[in-house]
Nanobody
Framework: EVQLVESGGGMVQPGGSLRLSCAAS????????MAWVRQAPGQGPEWVST????????YYPDSVQGRATISRDNAKNTLYLQMNSLKPEDTADYYC?????????WGKGTHVTVSS
């Protein structure tokens, strides 16, 4: 059974940091490009970052560029997202995604609240 289990969410003050993790199982994690996608309350999904299967290429939208770092440990089948200088607009549910040749896997998400 394919599973993606996110963790590390919580409440943080503006300017703070969080590290999200996504533990993968049930598929060949090291061959999949992985991504983080978030959804704020009442809004549509927003892509946050992508990392290729080897971990040597990463991509970010302008909204998080310079504040987010995606990484992976293929030996541990785990994906990470380090978020710094958090803003209230970063408040959202954060989802882990795995993609290969049109096949997509999703986790159930972890919630991040940025508030003072």
């Amino acid at each position: 059974e394919v599973q993606l289990v996110e963790s590390g969410g919580g409440m943080v003050q503006p300017g703070g940091s969080l590290r999200l993790s996504c533990a993968a199982s049930g598929f060949n994690f090291s061959t999949y490009d992985m991504a983080w996608v978030r959804q704020a309350p009442g809004q549509g999904p927003e892509w946050v970052s992508t990392i290729n299967a080897d971990g040597d290429s990463t991509y970010y939208p302008d909204s998080v560029q310079g504040r987010a770092t995606i990484s992976r440990d293929n030996a541990k089948n785990t994906l990470y997202l380090q978020m710094n200088s958090l803003k209230p607009e970063d408040t959202a549910d954060y989802y882990c995604n795995g993609a290969l040749n049109g096949v997509n896997f999703w986790g159930k998400g972890t919630h991040v609240t940025v508030s003072s």
